[in-house]
């Protein structure tokens, strides 16, 4: 099987701009969340997406949005970048909730605001 | 809420020597725990989890650790290092019929030295 694919794999944005990050789950996961990676922060839980539903939701300001497909592909949106959004976006899908079932990580996307 | 704390950012071993990871949870009810590993440049992998029965879970490239329900910990350990164990690693922990919310640690970057 394919693992957890992520486009694009970097990204430099500016101040005020908007992103769209993409995330292929592995066939037949149903789950797939996104967590901030940052060296002063460490791993931060954004979302989890559960058959296209919002299951949970990290302490993130609302600039942070999901959504998750009928095929269980997600996008996760920021709006209006920070230079603090640099960050390490990662993407992990599961056969089930992520609290309970291994997840599978996906290489992450770079984002660098300028 | 659960919480993980693992003790130490920076870990340094001698090739062929012992690895010792802490990890300390805090949970109100019986938990999930995990381990994951990061090699650089790569997304997180699953080493091992604990979700009930046996107390001493094996996993993958040699790792072992012990839920110690009296100690709130969750100790990883390898016998004997590996260069290509220098990596890091995150301890998660997550509460089952809660929230469905997993949460990491801030994680551990083991450094193997020759």
């Known amino acids: 099987k394919a693992g957890v694919t992520q486009t694009p794999r970097y990204l430099i944005k500016t101040r005020g701009q908007q992103v769209t990050l993409s995330c292929s789950p592995i066939s037949g996961h149903r789950s797939v969340s996104w967590y901030q990676q940052t060296p002063g922060q460490g791993l931060q839980f954004l979302f989890e997406y559960f058959s296209e539903t919002q299951r949970n939701k990290g302490n993130f300001p609302g600039r942070f949005s999901g959504r998750q497909f009928s095929n269980s592909r997600s996008e996760m949106n920021v709006s209006t970048l920070e230079l603090g959004d640099s960050a390490l976006y990662l993407c992990?899908?599961?056969?089930?909730?992520?609290?309970?079932?291994?997840?599978?990580f996906g290489p992450g996307t770079r984002l660098l605001v300028l | 809420a659960q919480s993980v704390t693992q003790l130490g950012s920076h870990v340094s071993v001698s090739e062929g020597a012992l690895v010792l990871l802490r990890c300390n949870y805090s949970s109100s009810v019986p938990p999930y725990l995990f381990w994951y590993v990061q090699y650089p440049n790569q997304g997180l992998q699953l080493l091992l989890k604990?979700?009930?029965?046996?107390?001493l879970v094996k996993g993958i490239n040699g790792f072992e650790a012990e839920f110690k329900k009296s100690e709130t910990s969750f100790h990883l350990t390898k016998p004997s290092a590996h260069m290509s164990d220098a990596a890091e690693y995150f301890c998660a922990v997550s509460e089952e019929g809660r929230d469905d919310k997993i949460i990491f640690g801030k994680g551990t970057r083991l450094h193997i030295l020759p």
């Open positions: 604990y979700t009930t029965g046996a107390t």
């Open positions: 992990a899908s599961s056969l089930g909730l992520a609290a309970r079932e291994t997840q599978y």
